[in-house]
């Protein structure tokens, strides 16, 4: 009975910590295909129309890279997106929260230092990059550029576009595939500082009662 009011006592506190810990957040996404380039390799994998999905995982402690303002360039964990059985992945990923005058702006891109990864070879095209875009054009829906644990909502933006690039040993831009998204859904892994807390309480009052007279 006493362990048991113990435990009950360490939820309490954690009821009463403050909600500043850093969280591991991951959303999932759905689109559509709306353009493929003309490159066989990429005429055979999909069309137009053809559904992909995938998803994002971010820290919300990371930290911003650009002293500008009105721009939120952070990393996050990594992108995977999934398309008729080929995979792209990259854990080299940047998050941008643009929160500009006319516009706000939530990006997220794998690509710029390279390391993006597919799952097979395509032929001659290798994948370059992946990107994930979120565009509302009034600059009205972000108050900051800061990092938090919000993701994308459909409702919040007029605009949304996804992308896959390829290259080849004849040209960097050999191909690519454009498309919309259609549903985001959002869930956070955990909260470290939390999660510890809990833990190392139940096991500190567990081994307390075991060597209680």
Known sequence: MKIIINILLVVGLLVLQPVAHASIVKF??????TQVSTHPELSNLTEVGGVFSGHVIFNTDAQDRDSNPEIGF?????IMVSLNGFTGFSDSVDLTIGNQATVDQYVVWAGRLGG???????????LTNIGLGF????????EN????GYVPDLNDFGQTAFSMGFSSSQSIDAG??????????????????????FVLSCAFLVRRQRVSP
């Open 135 to 142: 565009y509302e054009n009034t600059g009205q829906l972000f």
């Open 176 to 197: 690519y595939i454009y498309g919309t998204v259609t549903s985001v859904n959002a869930a956070v892994v955990h909260e470290p500082g939390l999660v510890a807390f």
């Open 145 to 148: 550029d800061l990092l938090t």
């Open 28 to 33: 999932t996404f759905e689109g559509v295909v």
């Open 74 to 78: 952070y990393g996050a964990e990594e």
């Open 116 to 126: 993006v990864i597919g799952s097979s070879q395509l032929g001659d095209l290798i």
